[in-house]
């Protein structure tokens, strides 16, 4: 089952570029029949399900009585939009059932460096190369510059976001293979800054230095091999940054008004807000509700809000805005706990800029960290439970 879930996990990034939704729904069926086979093998154990099952699953309820109630501006988007919450909540049943083993949860985060760490080459090197996808697939936008299957820069540096914390976490934890990890991280920063995505180059930039300081706070890696791991850290990271360059990157930071359009969208989503506190325009149809709070015509059809958090609100309500902060409050205390799941906390604060959730072959990755932060708690917990009942004895 590991296999058939990572399998899942990589084909639906390696297939994001279709211009087709068959790769949705094959990753989509897949997660659901999973799903299936974990509740049908657990269904003589306990159950003890952490928060983020129950946020995940009042997300799914709430849009079936949006659709079910008739208050939704586009019942069709509604039902779109509950599907992938209900794709997130059946994400993180797989993985929670699956990662109480912390053996297959390191194979797991391994496996993922290593296809992440491949992608990162093969993007960076088609970036500079070509403008199509893998040398050989037309992209349907091809005014980007898609990283690998990747159309959108942001969407890449969400996956490099969830994944640089694993290399780093094993780059300074390990003696052997530390060089081999750090070169990894490398690679995978040096292809956020190709990737022109500047939210994606200070969240990764902040999630390295948090890594090495954690790290060193707790112990868990001396100074002496912290400074080692910076040394060799930096000077690869130098190195393959001065590969890609960082011309691009630094226009875009010049840039003399860098919220310009995504301002304008917020003030929409504000006014939508505004308008439908309680019972928000349905989970989906921010697109549909827009044109009537929008402020500014962009001769373009506006497809998201750049801005997960604001339009969670917007189509779920205040409360519903609200259950996504306790879920990403949930995350903080057990991602600085384990350090190499600060990618979670890093997609959540990239999501006030932009969209990470809106596609689910790119929130699942997110949440499938958020599961294997809840395994891990699960396991301290019991553990301590054990200790606590051997102490009484």
């Not at 091809?142 to 890449?156: C, F, K, N, Q, R």
């Amino acid at each position: 089952m590991h296999v058939a879930f990572a399998a899942l996990f990589f084909f639906a990034i390696l297939t994001l570029w279709v211009p087709a939704y068959w790769p949705v729904t094959v990753f989509q069926v897949g997660v659901f029949a999973l799903a299936g086979v974990c509740l049908w093998r657990s269904r003589h154990s306990p159950w003890r399900f952490p928060y983020p099952l129950y946020a995940l699953l009042a997300a799914v309820v709430w849009g079936l009585l949006q659709w079910a109630a008739g208050i939704t501006v586009y019942g069709f988007d509604t039902q779109s939009a509950t599907v992938r919450w209900a794709t997130f909540l059946a994400v993180f049943l797989i993985g929670f059932t699956l990662f109480r083993d912390r053996d297959a949860a390191r194979r797991f985060r391994s496996a993922m460096i290593w296809f992440t760490s491949f992608l990162a080459v093969e993007a960076t090197i088609q970036t500079f190369t070509t403008a199509k996808i893998f040398w050989y697939f037309p992209s349907q936008y091809p005014d980007l510059s898609a990283m690998g299957p990747v159309l959108y820069h942001t969407h890449y540096s969400v996956l490099i976001e969830i994944v640089l914390p694993f290399a780093l976490y094993e780059a300074t934890r390990r003696e052997r293979g530390a060089l081999l990890y750090a070169g990894m991280a490398a690679v995978m920063y040096a292809s956020v800054i190709a990737s022109n995505s500047r939210g994606g180059m200070i969240l990764t930039t902040l999630e390295m230095v948090a890594v090495l300081a954690l790290q060193w706070a707790r112990g868990s890696a001396s100074g002496r091999a912290v400074g080692a791991s910076v040394l060799r850290m930096l000077v690869l990271f130098v190195a393959f940054t001065a590969v890609v360059g960082w011309q691009n990157i630094r226009d875009r930071y010049e840039t003399p008004d860098p919220m310009s359009g995504r301002r304008e969208l917020a003030i929409a989503s504000v006014h939508m807000i505004e308008a439908h506190p309680w019972s928000g325009v349905g989970l989906g149809a921010w697109p549909t509700a827009y044109p009537r709070y929008a402020i500014q015509d962009f001769g373009l059809f506006a497809n998201q809000a750049h801005s997960d958090w604001l339009q969670w609100t917007a189509e779920g309500g205040v409360a519903f805005g609200v259950l996504m902060a306790t879920l990403f409050a949930w995350c903080l205390a057990p991602a600085f706990r384990s350090v190499w799941g600060l990618g979670a906390i890093a997609v959540f604060l990239h999501a006030a800029v932009d969209y990470p959730f809106s596609r689910p072959a790119v929130g699942s990755w997110a949440i499938l960290v958020v599961a294997m932060l809840a395994a891990r708690e699960a396991g301290r917990k019991r553990s301590a439970e054990k200790t606590a009942e051997e102490d009484s004895a």
